[in-house]
């Protein structure tokens, strides 16, 4: 089992920015790799990036790219999502979640945080 904690949302005018956290806790030493995903009201959830735990490799949505990065802190065990030039279509609840060594899915995921961002 792996919980996952966000932090870090919260209400930015278009053009600012953000960092969310993520701390997993538990058998992190299962963690293969960590996503962002986020969801916002009515739509769909989507895969913003990802990121493989050992090696740091990352993998961005076309719409995210060039403003958000991905990266962790393994000593830690928290993924870090800085996310730079915000639109107010990128309001949405985030999520982190975690495909755990040997499983093709997210399977743990955290509760989500907010972010909201005004025009």
């Known amino acids: 089992q792996v919980q996952l904690v966000e932090s870090g949302g919260g209400l930015v005018q278009a053009g600012g920015s953000l960092r969310l956290s993520c701390t997993a806790s538990?058998?992190?030493?299962?963690?293969?790799?960590m996503a962002w995903f986020r969801q916002a009201p009515g739509k769909e959830r989507d895969l913003v990036g990802n990121i493989i735990w050992t090696i740091g490799r990352t993998y961005y949505a076309n719409f995210v790219k060039d403003r958000f990065t991905i990266s962790r802190d393994n000593a830690k065990d928290t993924v870090y999502l800085q996310m730079n030039t915000l639109k107010p279509e990128d309001t949405a609840v985030y999520y982190c979640a975690v495909e755990p060594i040997g499983r093709d899915e997210y399977a743990y995921w955290g509760r989500g945080t907010q972010v909201t961002v005004s025009s």
């Open positions: 538990g058998r992190t030493d299962f963690i293969f790799r």
